[in-house]
């Protein structure tokens, strides 16, 4: 079967971006996906740390210690963008104002639970960031993922063994296997399946009820 | 006159007291006040609770302040970094007490802090860890924590241009917890990079009020004093 990579992944999630969008992505994986986004669409990318029209980074030599992104990169400012404080931008998360945001997972459940912030390790020191804000907060929260752990595990999961980041705040899942709805009446709705991969298979390695959405 | 501007840095945190609870602004280093944290190393207060996002940044900053054995415990949202190795060692060797908040809430609880609010309900965390043992309440269908406010003895911010009222501008991502930090703590001294003279700042984007700053002062090469 053909498996997307990383950068195919990130291309996939960014096709499902819409003109005008509002939207945050999460730090690791998802930054990619600001590699993908259409060039015909205007899309607003909110970094929490306290702006909005974050631009692509900057060239060697022209980076900004004073303007970074949440994942502490140096970054640029688009035509238009602008900062704000931190009280501001959580406003934003947390008041349903981004249209979407893009998050890594551990694991997400067949209710839509996120678990994406701690393994739950004893002598792990937690950290947290604004991981719990981004998953309540924004109108669509795209995960995106690997479908398997490198043990084979499946990170969709009927409950969340690692501990949760937010309670059934996951809308779609894009993993290098198929793209998933976690529909709050239908379960979790197949849309996509990568090339010569069959619905039984995916099934087969996913340990909770899939439907198969037909149109 | 009023006149909030100080010339020495030694001078802007001479009172910080042991046991004292100071809010440091900055996302990692951006906006860290890396000059007024020097000042309150060489001057001695132990014994602190620190609010800040992170724990520290390698070796420098807040970091330093970690390493001195000044701090008792922190309240931050990411305390685990790449470079975050003081920190961790302090914390693995129980030297230092943590409260984890996401950083939303830790924004939130700050901002009511500043604004004289008793508690917030917040939809962030419902139903995980962070919440555990914490009153929740179920408004127009959705689920909130209860949570209080941060207050602070002092707040150590890092401004752009301030004047001697105390106004102040910031640069870039740098802004991020300066300003609610400024609101949200009793006495507040801001470092800045250019001390402006009163009415130069333009007052439709004056970002913090002076009512918010007790003091002002002018830190680095570029720092230029020209108040008037």
């Known amino acids: ?215 | 006159m009023v006149d909030k501007i100080v010339h020495s840095i030694e001078e802007a945190v001479s009172d910080v007291y042991s046991g004292a609870t100071v809010m440091i602004g900055g996302f990692g280093t951006a906006g860290m006040p890396s000059e007024l944290i020097d000042a309150l190393i060489a001057q001695g207060a132990k014994d602190l609770t620190i609010v800040n996002n992170n724990a520290g940044n390698g070796d420098t900053g807040l970091a330093a302040l970690l390493k001195a054995k000044r701090v008792n415990k922190i309240i931050c949202s990411f305390p685990r970094q790449s470079d975050s190795y003081v920190f961790d060692a302090l914390y693995h060797a129980k030297e230092i007490e943590l409260e984890l908040v996401p950083q939303g809430n830790l924004a939130a609880r700050i901002q009511a802090a500043g604004a004289g609010l008793g508690a917030i309900f917040t939809p962030t965390g419902f139903g995980t860890l962070l919440a555990e043992g914490k009153e929740c309440r179920r408004i127009d269908g959705r689920d909130y924590v209860l949570e209080y406010p941060i207050r602070a003895d002092f707040a150590l911010i890092k401004a752009f241009q301030g004047d001697r009222w105390g106004n102040l501008v910031f640069r870039k991502t740098a802004r991020n917890f300066g300003p609610i930090m400024a609101s949200a703590a009793k006495c507040t001294i801001a470092q800045v990079s250019e001390v402006v003279p009163l009415g130069e700042l333009d007052p439709e984007v004056i970002v913090t009020p002076g009512i918010f700053v007790k003091r002002v002062v002018p830190v680095g090469a570029s720092a230029t004093a020209r108040a008037a």
Not at chain 1, 32 to 50: C, Q, T
Not at chain 1, 118 to 141: C, F, N, R, S
Not at chain 1, 167 to 192: F, K, M, N, Q
């Open chain 1, 1 to 215: 079967m053909n498996r997307m990579n990383r950068d195919q992944l990130a291309a996939r999630v960014a096709r499902d971006i819409p003109d005008g969008a509002y939207v945050n992505l999460g730090i690791g994986l998802p930054t990619k996906v600001a590699n993908y986004l259409p060039k015909d669409r205007e899309i607003f990318l909110h970094s929490e740390n306290g702006v909005l029209g974050m631009g692509p980074a900057p060239r060697p030599g022209e980076e900004d210690p004073e303007l970074i992104n949440a994942g502490k990169e140096p970054i640029t400012l688009l035509k238009g963008g602008c900062f704000f404080h931190h009280g501001d931008s959580f406003a934003m998360m947390r008041g349903g104002h981004l249209d979407v945001c893009v998050l890594g997972a551990f694991q997400v459940s067949a209710s839509g639970d996120l678990a994406n912030w701690h393994t739950g390790a004893p002598d792990a020191i937690p950290a947290v960031g604004g991981a719990m804000d981004l998953a309540i907060g924004a109108k669509q929260v795209f995960v995106m993922m690997d479908h398997l752990t490198k043990k084979g595990e499946s990170k969709i999961v009927e409950h969340c063994s690692y501990p949760v980041t937010g309670i059934g705040c996951v809308d779609r899942i894009y993993t290098d296997l198929a793209v998933i709805d976690v529909s709050p009446h239908a379960g979790l709705l197949v849309r996509e399946m990568v090339e010569g991969l069959s619905f039984q298979e995916l099934q087969r390695i996913t340990p909770t009820p899939l439907t198969l959405w037909t149109p």
